[in-house]
């Protein structure tokens, strides 16, 4: 992946959030496939550390983020099951409703970044 648009990091992930869940609905039959090959057994170490090498920059700002929120004790890769979960989830809700993809895309957004962002209201409660 190159050099993300933006500086600011919730915009820098609002525009993979948007590409990915547009590219997952567009080719649903491959993201379907990527889903299956991310918990799979069968892919070597070596392949799956060349795809963290290509969504590194995505996974630094995300890691920018987490370390500043909530799950800042919790593992990067702990925090990348939750988005391949909530992108998954919501890339679903686009395809069952395509009328109503936008705000799908959107309300899935704003869920991943206040699941990896919030710290507000943890403090406030301690």
């Given at each position: 992946?190159?050099q993300l648009?933006?500086?600011?990091?919730?915009?820098?992930?609002?525009?993979?959030?948007?590409?990915?869940?547009?590219?997952?609905?567009?080719?649903?039959?491959?993201?379907?496939?990527?889903?299956?090959?991310?918990?799979?057994?069968?892919?070597?170490?070596?392949?799956?550390?060349?795809?963290?090498?290509?969504?590194?920059?995505?996974?630094?700002?995300?890691?920018?983020?987490?370390?500043?929120?909530?799950?800042?004790?919790?593992?990067?890769?702990?925090?990348?099951?939750?988005?391949?979960?909530?992108?998954?989830?919501?890339?679903?809700?686009?395809?069952?409703?395509?009328?109503?993809?936008?705000?799908?895309?959107?309300?899935?957004?704003?869920?991943?970044?206040?699941?990896?962002?919030?710290?507000?209201?943890?403090?406030?409660?301690k």
């Open positions: 992946m190159a648009p933006e500086k600011d990091p919730k915009k820098q992930l609002h525009h993979v959030w948007t590409r990915w869940s547009d590219w997952g609905v567009a080719f649903s039959e491959k993201q379907q496939v990527l889903a299956q090959l991310t918990v799979s057994v069968e892919i070597s170490a070596a392949s799956r550390e060349r795809a963290l090498k290509a969504v590194a920059p995505t996974l630094g700002v995300i890691d920018q983020v987490r370390q500043q929120g909530v799950l800042k004790s919790r593992s990067l890769a702990f925090v990348g099951a939750i988005v391949e979960a909530m992108a998954a989830t919501t890339m679903d809700f686009m395809i069952r409703e395509p009328k109503h993809a936008a705000h799908y895309r959107e309300a899935g957004f704003e869920t991943f970044w206040k699941a990896i962002s919030q710290w507000l209201f943890l403090n406030i409660i």
